[in-house]
Each structure stands twice: as C-alpha cells, then as structure tokens.
C-alpha cells in the first residue's frame, strides 16, 4: 500500500466525524437561511488567510513545495462570495468564532516552519474542497439558486479534478519522510479534521440553536 492509499485508510473515520454534523445536514436538507450559509465562508476565510500565508512560505521547500498549486487557492473565491452574501464591508464585521481561532492558531505553530504539518492541512483542506465540497456545491445552489456569484468557493475553473487528486497521491507516494515523521504527519492529519470539525459543530450551535451540532 502506497503512502496516499495508507492516509486515505487512516483517516476514514476522521472523515466520517466530518460529514455528520448538525451544520451540514442543514445544509445538504435546505434548512439553512442565506444568513447561516454566509456564516460558513466567514469562518473559512480566516482559516485560509493563514493557510495561504504559510504556503508563501513553503513553495521554496523541496518537499513541501511541491503541493503549493495557486490555482486551488480558495481566499480569492471566498472574498468574492463574502462581498455577494454581505456587502463590500463584510471583512470588518466578520468575527472568528473561538474553535476557529484555535484551528488559525495551530496553522501558525506548524505550518509555517515544519513541511510536514503544512502539508497536513494542505492535504485536509484542499483535497476536502474538490471532493465533499462538490455536494455542498449542489445543495447551495438548490438552496438559494446560485451559479457562479456566492458559490465561487466550490468552483475550480483552473484545475482538473481527477489530474490533480493523481497527482497528489504521487507526491505523498514520493515524500522522503522517515517513519517516525510519517507518523507524525498522520497525527497532524488527524488533528486538522479535529479542528475543523470542531469549528464546523460550532459553527452548528451559532446558527442552528435547537439542534444539536
């Protein structure tokens, strides 16, 4: 079994924690109002801000640099919807939510100085958005009849699926990792899902109230 196929494996139930919170059964059903979607791109935001700042930092590095694509950046796209959902001001009413801060926080302890950690949250960050962020693509677009304005965070006009999934699994296979630092970049992996799951149930609690996130 190669090193991507090993993660993938690994990783299974993280993903599954994931996909079962209250906030994305509300909106995959249709049950959230414009408002509650907006919330979600707000909180992203910030976590890609940081993401996107330490890739600045990695494209030099030999193995990390690697995984830095530009055009899967999602900040762009974000800003552009969050200007659609909230107005050109959004960015100075927008407020992180406190699991959001501490996901931003341990982005800025890792993965600005250790490879394997950026490409941890490289790798839960990006590799989520073009698979399980297509279904929320759909359910956005039942929901409030979106086509490009709102949903550009889903949207990758610059990148073909199926090529750069391929390729990604190459670059894991390749990476010169010993096993102690493989293990240590499985524990990050677990700890981005972690942190975004908790972000999310929060994000579940703020706009769904009498559900349980």
Not at 26 to 40: I, T, V
Not at 102 to 117: C, M, S
Not at 186 to 191: G, I, K, N, R, Y
Request: charged share 25%.
């Amino acid at each position: 079994m190669g090193f991507a196929a090993e993660l993938r494996e690994r990783t299974r139930p993280d993903h599954r924690t994931a996909q079962h919170l209250g906030y994305f059964d509300a909106l995959l059903a249709g049950r959230l109002d414009r408002d509650g979607y907006a919330a979600l791109p707000e909180q992203l935001s910030f976590v890609y801000r940081t993401l996107e700042e330490a890739a600045d930092v990695m494209r030099a590095d030999p193995v990390a640099g690697p995984f830095v694509t530009d055009a899967v950046h999602r900040l762009p796209s974000l800003t552009a919807d969050l200007e659609f959902l909230h107005g050109p001001d959004w960015a100075a009413r927008a407020t992180p939510n406190p699991a959001t801060l501490e996901y931003r926080a341990r982005l800025r302890e890792v993965a600005f100085t250790w490879p394997a950690g950026y490409v941890a949250h490289h790798y839960t960050r990006y590799l989520g958005d073009l698979s399980g962020g297509q279904v929320m693509l759909r359910a956005v677009r039942r929901s409030f009849g979106f086509t490009e304005d709102g949903v550009r965070f889903f949207l990758f006009p610059d990148v073909e699926p199926g090529a750069y999934k391929e390729n990604y699994r190459r670059l894991l296979d390749e990476v010169p990792w010993d096993p102690a630092e493989r293990q240590r970049f499985l524990d990050e992996v677990s700890l981005a899902y972690r942190l975004n799951t908790a972000m999310l149930a929060e994000l579940g609690r703020a706009v769904l109230p009498e559900a349980a996130a």
